[in-house]
């Protein structure tokens, strides 16, 4: 089970940091994605990490700005979220798979968490 935590409500310019606790046993080979979903909008991908810490991956709206890393002591992933934007404001969703082959796609996912919503005021 994946838990998203760490949304709430900030003003533009400034920094949030989203947490994915995942329960039960975890892989080296998980790729652990966050996904968010604006209202009126398609699901969009944010970032992706392979969970033994290697290569991350970045949407194009939010790279330089955000950091995708992993815990595994906590069995935690982390989004960390600067220079945010009223456009960076959704719902954001935390998801695990080790059978991924397009960290892009949220349905690849095998495990997927309850959102955590992100608003960003102008």
């Known amino acids: 089970q994946l838990q998203a935590s760490g949304g709430g409500l900030v003003q533009a310019g400034g920094s949030l940091r989203l947490s994915c606790a995942a329960s039960?046993?975890?892989?080296?080979?998980?790729?652990m994605g966050w996904f968010r979903q604006a209202p009126g909008k398609e699901r969009e991908f944010v970032a992706a990490?392979?969970?033994?810490?290697?290569?991350?991956y970045y949407g194009d709206s939010v790279k330089g700005r955000f950091t995708i890393s992993t815990d595994s002591a906590k069995n935690a992933v982390y989004l960390q979220m600067n220079s945010l934007k009223p456009e960076d404001t959704a719902d954001y969703y935390c998801?695990?798979?080790?059978?991924?082959?397009?960290?892009?796609?949220?349905?690849?996912?095998?495990?997927r968490g309850q959102g955590t919503q992100v608003t960003v005021s102008s």
């Open positions: 039960g046993r975890t892989s080296s080979r998980y790729i």
């Open positions: 998801a695990a798979g080790d059978r991924v082959t397009r960290v892009t796609m949220y349905y690849e996912y095998d495990y």
């Open positions: 990490i392979i969970w033994s810490g290697g290569s991350t």
